[in-house]
């Protein structure tokens, strides 16, 4: 099975930096997504790590190391716009043999003017 | 270039009821899933299919059932339904970069 931990509530002002970490316990790791949810939106695709090392795309990066089984999502010059829920998920094997997308609870990021 | 559609937006059921929800892939895409959400959580797997074949199946219980016609298109049954069905139902549709999934806006079902 597959189980990921991150925090539950993350507050930041505007034009800051805020980093979500996540940890995962897996049996079948193939990559680390993120996805960002506004209230009452559909869950939406950011990044994508199969590998160690930093993304970046924007003013979001995200992060692997697969030896710690960590990430995290960065966000720079943060926005109002970017109060949402954000979730990270393991693309992997839970059972069977096909690969499926396991999300954690997410976490509600507010930003402060 | 047409997103992912799901319908109803909102389903109002009685306990002990049956339901079926729709959806509509984006274009090129011809793997489907579907997901969970109860209020505050992640989305939970509950299946995906392909080439109108279950691919893969989470941890629900065979009251969940489902199809996809060869349009890629699909649909999500439940039976008998609980008040803890209660919750947002996604369809997540991808392409070859399976990882990388499109959601659409999901149906509220409420189970009274």
């Known amino acids: 099975g597959q189980s990921l931990e991150q925090p539950s509530e993350v507050t930041a002002v505007e034009g800051a930096i805020v980093q979500i970490n996540c940890t995962y316990q897996t049996s079948g790791f193939y990559g680390l997504s993120w996805y960002q949810q506004h209230d009452g939106g559909a869950p939406t695709f950011l990044s994508y790590n199969a590998l160690d090392g930093l993304e970046e795309t924007g003013r979001f990066s995200s992060f692997l190391s697969r030896s710690d089984s960590y990430g995290y999502l960065l966000l720079q010059e943060l926005q109002m716009k970017d109060s949402a829920s954000y979730f990270c998920a393991v693309w992997g094997l839970s059972s069977g043999s096909a690969r499926q997308l396991t999300f954690g609870s997410g976490t509600q990021l507010t930003v402060l003017p | ?112």
């Open chain 2, 1 to 112: 270039d047409a997103g992912v559609t799901q319908s109803p937006t909102h389903l109002i059921k009685t306990r002990g009821q049956q339901v079926t929800l729709r959806c509509s892939p984006k274009s090129g895409h011809d793997t489907v899933s579907w997901y969970q959400q109860a209020l505050g959580q992640g989305p939970q797997f509950i299946f995906q299919y392909y080439e109108e074949e279950e691919r893969q199946r989470g941890n629900f219980p065979d009251r969940f059932s489902g199809h996809q016609f060869p349009n890629y298109s699909s649909e999500l049954n439940v039976n008998a339904l609980l008040l803890g069905d209660s919750a947002l139902y996604l369809c997540a549709s991808s392409g070859l970069a399976a990882y990388e999934q499109y959601f659409g806006p999901g149906t509220r079902l409420t189970v009274t």
